[in-house]
């Protein structure tokens, strides 16, 4: 395949945003025509420096690049992460399963099924106290034992659906091995009440396993521990050898960081309950049909990449900052720094060759609101380069936190320009999308993860890279168990 960059389109987006920067700030045309909506999520972009015409070279672009067909290929189970020959079919996890998805000659859905439906008796007896420990008690302090993907969607999770939750339990995680990481935890807890989930995709994480061990060990005697341990895991003979009895399955296509929809987010289901959990696979089953059936110029993914594609790209800006403004969302720049990062963060092509463009971003940022006091000072006169996604909540229409997101919008797209006052002077003209979420539900947050998840893959497709796979980071745990 020929590089990106080689792609006479490519070329022709370079000498268009040479074009454009010889033009004022304001070029959309119709604020109108750069406003789209899907599954509770509104997308406003007029504050990106582009037009309609930037946008037809963009979707040529990606025309050019097969995405129509990888799409149908991501969708279908074909074998997208292609270092290791596999599928990567997270789409699986939210759809319904009367309608059969294939890998190897097996319907898939049948297992995704089953693994639902033990996952939602284990929340039923969880929640009516059905469940009890090895003194006869119910357990109600929940504590996920993961890192990576097994920690950053699960916490994300239950900090955004904290109002869903149920009040008379609590919820806890240990992601690494700090050795005050679980005696913190634990310190306030009492065994006989207290459920852990050993989240580990391969079961030889060692950070997992670490901790896993020492929960053994604060339970007690072996006889003791069955009903206070369940292991979310692909590898089942391992779990059952580290003495845990209660398995629920992930699968060999599923990436950790792909994973929120499964079993490894066991914790939220409990939480919030299943009918609840069932929501979120629903608004991101509703984002993938979305993302599936769409027209590229209404296809919020879509549109998020091709943006993201552009600035990074063609306006050379490579730090991308989220802004939360709902104190629930706070969690979710972790989640996405992993998702994006470890997905794109690649410098090596399809065909195993060293890349000559940007690929993925730096990403970072957190809540809007504490940004105004700390880095708002460097996003408004610093020399940095960046563009932004703020995202808030139209049900806090009338509240205070989204007058400072307009606000914040407005000064850094429009800038100051006051020339009775030099010093003040703020040029705006940063790049940035308004991301409306209708409310904070189960669904609308499973349509938010599943309209990120797509984009960095589309923008994967884009870059010819692979977002299934992490081979630096497999590197990295090499390193540790040679030290």
């Known amino acids: 395949m020929k590089l990106p960059n080689k792609n006479p389109l490519w070329k022709a987006l370079k000498q268009h945003a040479v074009e454009l920067s010889l033009f004022p700030k304001k070029l959309a045309e119709t604020k109108a025509d750069f406003i789209s909506s899907a599954c509770n999520i509104t997308i ?221 987010n066991l914790i939220t289901a409990i939480a919030i309950g299943y009918d609840n959990f069932s929501e979120i696979l629903a608004g991101a089953h509703s984002m993938d049909l979305h993302f599936q059936q769409s027209e590229f110029k209404n296809n ?17 800006i490579h730090s991308l900052l989220l802004l939360t403004y709902a104190q629930q969302l706070e969690h979710f720049v972790p989640y996405v720094q992993q998702l994006d990062m470890e997905s794109n963060g690649k410098s090596i092509n399809n065909q195993g060759k060293r890349v000559n463009y940007a690929t993925g971003p730096i990403v970072w940022g957190g809540l809007g609101n504490q940004a105004q006091h700390s880095y708002y000072q460097l996003l408004c006169q610093g020399t940095h380069k960046v563009t932004a996604d703020l995202i808030s909540l139209d049900s806090f229409q009338k509240e205070m936190i989204n007058n400072m997101c307009a606000s914040k919008i407005k000064v850094l797209g429009d800038g100051v320009h006051d020339e009775a006052n030099p010093n003040g002077f703020i040029p705006g003209n940063i790049p940035l999308n308004h991301i409306r979420l209708s409310d904070g539900s189960p669904f609308t947050i499973g349509a938010l993860v599943a309209l990120y998840e797509h984009k960095v893959f589309v923008q994967s497709v884009i870059w010819d890279i692979n977002p299934f796979d992490q081979p630096g980071v497999e590197s990295a745990k090499l390193s540790q168990m040679e030290v």
């Not at 009492?190 to 989930?197: K, S, V």
């Not at 079961?203 to 929960?215: D, G």
């Not at 059952?240 to 994973?259: A, M």
């Open 44 to 264: 406003d972009y007029f504050n990106q420096r582009l037009t309609s015409s930037t946008f037809d070279l963009l979707f040529e672009l990606a025309h050019s690049c097969s995405l129509p067909e990888k799409i149908v290929a991501l969708m279908a189970g074909g074998r997208v992460n292609y270092s290791e020959s596999k599928a990567a079919l997270h789409t699986a996890l939210r759809a319904p399963s009367e309608h059969p998805i294939w890998v190897d000659d097996k319907n898939i859905m049948v297992e995704v099924e089953a693994a639902r439906n033990q996952m939602k008796h284990i929340v039923e007896q969880i929640r009516s106290q059905q469940w009890l420990g090895f003194s006869g008690k119910p357990l109600t302090n929940i504590v996920n034992i993961g890192i990576g993907g097994s920690d950053l969607g699960p916490r994300f999770c239950v900090k955004a659906l904290a109002d869903f939750a149920a009040p008379e339990l609590s919820y806890h995680f240990v992601p690494d091995v700090d050795p005050t990481s679980f005696n913190r935890v634990v310190a306030n807890l009492d065994p006989e009440h207290t459920l852990f989930i050993i989240s580990s995709k391969s079961f030889t994480t060692q950070e997992t396993l670490y901790n896993a061990k020492k929960a053994m060990a604060w339970i007690g005697s072996s006889a003791h521990q069955q009903r206070h341990f369940i292991a979310v895991t692909a590898n089942r003979e391992a779990a059952h050898q580290f003495g845990v009895e209660t398995v629920l399955p992930i699968w060999s296509w599923i990436g950790g960081r792909y994973s929120f929809c499964s079993a490894i």
């Open 300 to 316: 919020l993914p879509v549109l998020l990449a091709l943006i993201g594609i552009w600035n990074n790209n063609f306006l050379d």
